[in-house]
């Protein structure tokens, strides 16, 4: 079993920046890729970022060249630095990571970006 803790959502105006971290704990070993997904109101969850255990990363085509995801090994962590945000990047942001036989998932933070 893995747990995932994610934190660093709020309210932001349009153009500023957030930070959100996802802490992973327990079977953590078992893990080859954690991903942040969103999801709006009235629409599907969608993938917003992958970071895999080699370090390659990957990002939807709406947040590339505004967010980064990063990883800290030593402190289990996943980070998706967001900039410039959007209005239209409103929404739950849910931390994912996935073993070879399961897919896990954090409580989701929200992120309000509004003026």
């Known amino acids: 079993q893995v747990q995932l803790v994610e934190s660093g959502g709020g309210l932001v105006q349009p153009g500023g920046s957030l930070r959100l971290s996802c802490v992973a704990s327990?079977?953590?070993?078992?893990?080859?890729?954690m991903d942040w997904y969103r999801q709006a109101p009235g629409k599907q969850r969608e993938l917003v970022a992958l970071i895999t255990n080699d370090g390659r990363t990957n990002y939807g085509d709406s947040v590339k060249g505004r967010f980064v995801i990063s990883r800290d090994n030593a402190k289990n962590t996943v980070y998706l630095q967001m900039n410039s945000l959007k209005p239209e990047d409103t929404a739950v942001y849910y931390c994912?990571?996935?073993?070879?036989?399961?897919?896990?998932w954090g409580q989701g933070t929200q992120v309000t970006v509004s003026s």
């Open positions: 327990g079977d953590i070993t078992s893990i080859y890729i």
């Open positions: 994912n990571a996935d073993s070879l036989h399961e897919s896990y």
